[in-house]
């Protein structure tokens, strides 16, 4: 099978339930009597009618049921980041999703108070406060750990956070995992990266429709996409590196375009300035303008996919990038938004810009200067800036099927359903502000 790689051109910075169990770290002793599981469990559905009257081979199968449910309960999964916005869908998406789970960990620098209500259920659920910058704090947390899905990140394009604190978090942070996965023998690393690695470049180049092969100038000069991706060039680089025990670290990465759903941040804030402006909001980027964008609840569950078939698909998964898509609208940023925005009242004004660009990049770059000038006393950082406003004014656009031909991933959430659940979280956040 031939090595697919990504392709995009420049530097960073410029319900499938296998049995599976071979490549857990630490487990030879299991592999080696889920093989004979297997084996037996073949066997015994096939001479099902004849064991009837056969109380041995009855012995057998209680046997058998009682290893399988033995089995079946045995990974421990850490979600670095599980408190955020996706991490939240993707710990929930675990609890529901994937059966072989005895321990989820979720590793974070903010703990959240409904964590509490998952800790009633079958699965062990260890809450665990701490900083990805902090080496030691990341190996303690995932000695013993199968599987980690590294999501903690921070998620800056607005100016809140130095270049600096960015890149410890998301560069080092990522460093630190990959060491503790060798350290520790942990042997499946799943990178959260995004769509933001290959662009939009700085030239403001659209890429539509495009796929992970797509040829595109991938340059960037912002903090953030340098960091992401710098740290999914470290994951990729990884894959095949020797873990703790002489198995092979298996990593791959996943992009998702811009995320929407229940607890998007970016869309409460929109939401609260239309309603500052009177329930409206004035159109400023062409509705031309493509944007790639992607539901929560698919995106966690195509972590929760890979996560499952980077353990049985090592040699075609590891190594690879998936874009996150699924079947969400192309639509420019403001009009994909109003969509959700539109059914809790409020409305955009225009069909064309209001604002002619030069004047709105004015604006950005003035407010880049009000939140230089004003650093020293408080923190200024509006939506618009002249990055924000250069993502939002160029197309990119994702149409692949990668993911489905590697690991069958369908989106779990068409998108009416995606948008019916976006809305109706729209109307609580509406309801409980009154
Ligand atoms: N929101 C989006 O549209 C997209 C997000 N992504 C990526 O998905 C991941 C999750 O993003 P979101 O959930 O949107 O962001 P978020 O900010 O809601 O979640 C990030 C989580 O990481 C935690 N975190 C931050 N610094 C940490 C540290 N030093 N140690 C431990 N935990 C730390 C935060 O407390 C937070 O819970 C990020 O890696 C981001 O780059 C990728 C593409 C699009
Ligand atoms: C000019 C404004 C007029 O209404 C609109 C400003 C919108 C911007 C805040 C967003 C436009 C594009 C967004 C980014 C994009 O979806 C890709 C992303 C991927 C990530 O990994 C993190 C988030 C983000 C950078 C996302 C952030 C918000 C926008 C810039």
């Not at 023998?185 to 429709?209: A, C, D, W």
């Not at 991933?409 to 068409?414: D, M, Q, R, T, V």
Request: proline share 6%; glycine share 10%; hydrophobic share 40%.
């Amino acid at each position: 099978m031939p090595v697919e790689r990504s392709g995009h051109q420049g530097g960073p910075c410029g319900k499938s339930r296998r049995g599976g169990v071979e490549a857990v770290p630490g487990m030879a002793r299991r592999e080696e009597q889920a093989e004979g599981d297997n084996h037996l469990s073949l066997a015994g559905n096939e001479r099902r009618p004849a064991l009837v009257a056969s109380l041995g081979t009855l012995g057998l199968w209680l046997q058998q049921d009682m290893a399988d449910s033995a089995q079946a309960q045995k990974l421990v999964y850490l979600v670095t980041g599980g408190c955020g916005f996706l991490g939240e869908h993707v710990v929930r998406m675990l609890l529901q999703q994937e059966p072989r789970l005895r321990e989820l960990r979720i590793f974070d620098l903010h703990l959240g108070p409904w964590l509490e209500e998952l800790k009633t259920g079958p699965v062990q659920v260890t809450a665990i406060q701490g900083d990805v910058t902090q080496a030691h704090e990341v190996a303690a947390a995932m000695a013993g750990a199968h599987v980690v899905i590294h999501m903690a990140g921070l998620v800056d394009v607005f100016g809140r956070a130095s270049p600096e604190t960015i890149h410890a978090v998301n560069v080092q942070g990522t460093k630190n995992v990959i060491e503790a996965c060798v350290q520790t023998g942990t042997q499946f690393l799943v990178y959260t990266s995004s769509m933001e690695v290959v662009g939009p470049n700085i030239k403001g180049h659209p890429f539509y429709r495009g796929n992970e092969d797509t040829p595109y100038e991938a340059v960037h000069r912002h903090p953030y996409p340098c960091s992401k991706a710098l740290a999914e060039q470290l994951v990729l680089e990884a894959n095949g590196r020797k873990v703790r025990g002489g198995l092979p670290l298996v990593t791959c990465a996943l992009r998702p375009t811009g995320i929407y759903g229940e607890g998007h941040q970016i869309m409460r804030d929109i939401y609260h300035q239309g309603l500052r402006l009177g329930g409206r909001l004035f159109r400023a980027i062409p509705a031309s303008v493509e944007h790639g964008r992607v539901y929560v609840g698919n995106v966690a569950w195509m972590h929760v996919l890979v996560a499952r078939e980077l353990q049985q698909r090592a040699a075609l998964m590891g190594g690879q990038v998936y874009f996150c898509y699924d079947k969400s609208p192309y639509k420019s940023y403001e009009d994909f938004n109003m969509e959700f925005l539109g059914p809790c009242g409020l409305r955009l004004v225009g069909t064309r810009p209001l604002l002619p660009y030069w004047l709105l990049m004015l604006l950005a770059a003035l407010n880049a200067l009000l939140q230089w000038l004003l650093r020293p006393l408080l923190l200024y950082a509006p939506l618009l800036n002249p990055y924000t406003l250069a993502m939002a004014n160029t197309t990119f656009t994702v149409s692949t099927n990668k993911a489905q031909r590697h690991f069958g991933y369908e989106p779990l959430f068409s998108w009416e359903e995606s948008r019916t659940r976006t809305i109706r979280w729209m109307q609580t956040m509406d309801s409980s502000a009154q």
